[in-house]
Structures are given as structure tokens and as C-alpha cells.
């Protein structure tokens, strides 16, 4: 049985910084596109970044680039989102999903990735 994780969150002022985790038991990551969405109050799951199955390719949303880096620990079959800059607009819950095919469809169809995680709160005030 898949589970995915998902650690690190809290509350933060505005400009801090914070990273997630997201540890999966049953399942090897390097066979997996990994992605992290978020989920702000009365608003749809967004998109935030995503790796490719290689670790070769990265892609964020545009009002997270620059701000967030994703990266990965095999070893560990650990996704992280590093956050800095953090802004009250990137408050919501945080979900790592995980999905064997390509980045691009992970993004585009979000509702069929193979496996979500349970999600963190990040919060971030004035």
C-alpha cells in the first residue's frame, strides 16, 4: 500500500522561509513524476512545482519561480519544496503528488495522478 507524507508546514511571517517534505512508503520514487499543489481556502488545488521521473526537469508556477525549489533525496524516497520569500498569498495546504506519467500531465490533469498525499497547512501573515 502507496502512501505519500507530507511534513514541514507551520506558520510564517511574510519573507520567511520554510521546506516540506514529502516521504512516501510502497513506492519508489525514481519511477514517479513528483509535484507539489496547494490548496488556499474556497479556491481550487493549484499547481505550485513539479520534477520529472529523471530528476532532469523542473517546473513551477509563475508566482512561485524564484521563490521555491524542488528537490528530491532518492535515498530517501523524499520530495522536498524549499519556500523562501514567502508571501500571504501562498498560504494554503500543500500536497505532494506522485505520478508515472510525464510532468506536463501531472500539471494538465492533476485529478488522475496516481497517488496524493494527506497535505500540510502553510500559513503566512502580514
Known amino acids: 500500500q502507496v502512501h505519500l507524507v507530507e511534513s514541514g508546514g507551520g506558520s510564517v511571517q511574510a519573507g520567511g522561509s520554510l521546506r516540506l517534505s514529502c516521504t512516501g512508503s510502497g513506492i519508489t520514487f525514481s519511477f514517479y513524476s513528483l509535484g507539489w499543489f496547494r490548496q488556499a481556502p474556497g479556491k481550487e488545488r493549484e499547481f505550485v512545482a513539479a520534477?520529472?521521473?529523471?530528476?532532469?526537469?523542473?517546473k513551477f508556477a509563475d508566482s512561485v519561480n524564484d521563490r521555491f525549489i524542488i528537490s528530491r533525496a532518492l535515498d530517501k524516497n523524499t520530495v522536498y519544496l524549499e519556500m523562501a520569500s514567502l508571501k500571504p498569498d501562498d498560504t494554503g495546504v500543500y500536497f505532494c503528488p506522485a505520478d508515472r506519467a510525464t510532468i506536463d500531465a501531472m500539471i494538465a490533469r492533476p485529478a488522475q495522478n496516481d497517488y496524493w498525499g494527506q497535505g500540510t497547512q502553510v500559513t503566512v501573515s502580514q
Open positions: 520534477m520529472s521521473r529523471s530528476g532532469g526537469t523542473t
